[in-house]
């Protein structure tokens, strides 16, 4: 299994960690859910490429350093999770394939090593529907 989808299904609390167990998952979807919080185990999923949170307003807390290990990573979505806050892990600094972040309509920050990177370049050159203005911004030195 490649594909795992929980969209607009009633899943509530922590995610399952059977999901770790999932190792050759490339694709996990999780929007409009009841979950409260991100676990770090995710970080073991070595080829996931794709990671969908957005519309999670349950989701709280911050997310785990551990994402960073993710070097696979392509797209990461916390879109309208309007509970999830604090500062971007500086770990996210190396997801060097990542090209769409999306962290629009929520309270996340991104730290100085996060938009000093190649991370920043995909933040600064997206357009206003993927990214915060105020993050674009903060990359460009503003």
């Excluded at 500062?87 to 629009?104: H, N, Q």
């Excluded at 920050?109 to 991370?119: A, G, K």
């Amino acid at each position: 299994m490649n594909y795992l989808s929980f969209s607009s299904v009633e899943l509530s609390g922590t995610l399952p960690l059977q999901i770790t167990r999932l190792t050759q998952l490339t694709y996990l979807f999780f929007t409009d859910t009841e979950i409260s919080f991100i676990s770090s185990e995710l970080g073991l999923l070595s080829l996931l490429d794709y990671i969908n949170f957005g519309s999670n307003t349950n989701l709280t807390g911050t997310i785990p350093s551990e994402l960073g290990c993710l070097s696979l990573l392509k797209t990461l979505n916390f879109n309208s999770t309007t509970n999830l806050g604090g500062t971007i892990p500086s770990e996210f600094a190396l997801l060097t394939l990542l090209t769409k972040f999306d962290i629009s309509n929520t309270q996340l920050r991104l730290s100085n090593d996060v938009y000093r990177t190649s991370i920043c370049t995909e933040i600064t050159s997206c357009s206003s529907s993927w990214i915060h203005s105020s993050l674009c911004s903060k990359c460009d030195g503003s």
